[in-house]
């Protein structure tokens, strides 16, 4: 199959590409559309057939449910059996944005979508591509990050040709995404709202409407077995070629630590790359640096994490020393993404 990639500039002005997508989505194909958070694999949620297309592309494990996305706050009514009163407030403060809540769902949802799960996940993205083609496909559009399973989310459209050329007939192309890391994945359905994976709306955002949230244990530990609240976190994700494995300590130690594995690293031949930041930088010598960002701008590193991951790829390295960063706000998706890109591998300093 060919793969075309049409390049979209202004969502309003190029709408003839968006149309063309959206034709495909409801003759029950599959379309790769820019979001905020990363670029998504659509097609048509309330059709199993078309649905079972994605996990075909993506080679994605038939028992790892999808996100649905919508384009208005009022189409997720005949998505899910009950809203609790806390989730208008959320949808009032966040979407569309990179937030996704998780409901009973109602008979609509074909259980392909779900995993087989009597529970729904949904978002309403900001990114205006995406908004139109929901709006323009007429129906709810059932995404996961558009990536080969396994590999780490497409932030490019270049990623996602990279991994599915030839498996998928269109691309939209959107640029580089905004946010960077896929959405928050709210629980709604526990007794206390749960986030079963962190990203860019922070737990921090979360509390000032909620009052209290939890965090799965699944955010910086690995899960396993059968309790998994969400599928998705159980896999090992995001990995780039490279083995990646993580530093932590205090940021002097972590220099010095970074820099002595390197040394033995290289005489062994190997390439080493390191995943800094701003404030560590310029202590790297002889490697292949690339930096996240400012440690004081947790939303920036974490926007440049996947590209970075990729791009260590194109480096030819074998092995990526990463800096652990502190948990806070985006710090949190950051290091959920991090850790699984280096399998839990994490070396104190
Ligand atoms: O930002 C995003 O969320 C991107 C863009 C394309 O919207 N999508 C995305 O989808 O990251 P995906 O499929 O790569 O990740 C969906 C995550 C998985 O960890 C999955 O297990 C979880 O959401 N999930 C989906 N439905 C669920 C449900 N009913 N219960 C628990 N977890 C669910
Ligand atoms: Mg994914």
Redesign the pocket.
């Known amino acids: 199959m060919e793969t075309r990639v049409l390049k979209i500039n202004d969502a309003e002005r190029d709408c003839s590409a968006i149309l063309e997508a959206a034709r495909l989505i409801q003759a029950g194909e599959v379309v790769a559309f820019p979001?905020e958070?990363?670029?998504?694999l659509g097609a048509n949620a309330l059709d199993a057939a078309a649905v079972q297309k994605i996990f075909e592309a993506k080679g994605r494990p038939s028992d790892?449910?999808?996100?649905v996305?919508i384009s208005k706050c009022q189409d997720v009514d005949r998505l899910v059996r009950e809203l609790p009163p806390a989730a208008s407030s959320l949808m009032e403060r966040f979407w569309p944005g990179?937030l996704?809540m998780?409901f009973k769902k109602s008979h609509l949802i074909p259980d392909t979508v779900?995993a087989g799960?009597d529970?729904?996940?949904i978002?309403m993205?900001r990114h205006p591509v995406a908004l139109k083609l929901i709006e323009r496909s007429e129906v709810p559009i059932a995404?996961?990050?558009a990536n080969r399973s396994g590999h780490t989310?497409p932030t490019m459209a270049q990623h996602v040709l990279d991994d599915l050329g030839g498996r998928i007939p269109l691309i939209l192309d959107g640029g580089r995404c905004e946010v960077g890391l896929?959405?928050t994945?709210l629980?709604m359905t526990a007794e206390v709202p749960t986030i079963?994976?962190p990203?860019g709306i922070t737990y921090e955002m979360l509390t000032q409407v909620l009052g209290e949230v939890r965090v799965d244990d699944g955010a910086l530990k690995p899960v396993k077995g059968q309790r998994v609240?969400?599928?998705?976190?159980k896999y090992t994700h995001y990995a780039p070629r490279a083995q990646v494995v993580v530093v932590r300590g205090e940021l002097d130690q972590m220099v010095d630590k970074i820099n002595a594995m390197a040394q033995e690293y290289m005489k062994q031949g190997m390439e080493v790359g390191i995943l800094a930041t701003h404030e560590t930088k310029d202590y790297y010598k002889e490697v292949k640096v690339l930096v996240l960002g400012s440690r004081t701008q947790p939303a920036v590193m974490a926007s440049n994490l996947f590209w970075a991951l990729r791009q260590f790829d194109d480096l030819g390295v074998d092995i990526v020393l990463a800096e652990w960063i502190e948990t806070r706000e985006e710090g949190l998706a950051i290091m959920n993404r991090m850790l699984r890109a280096a399998a839990f591998r994490v070396v104190d300093a």
């Open positions: 979001t958070t990363v670029y998504g790892n449910p999808l996100i996305h990179p996704t998780i779900t799960l529970t729904v996940a978002r993205p995404a996961p990050s989310s896929e959405s994945v629980d079963l994976r990203g609240k969400s599928p998705g976190m």
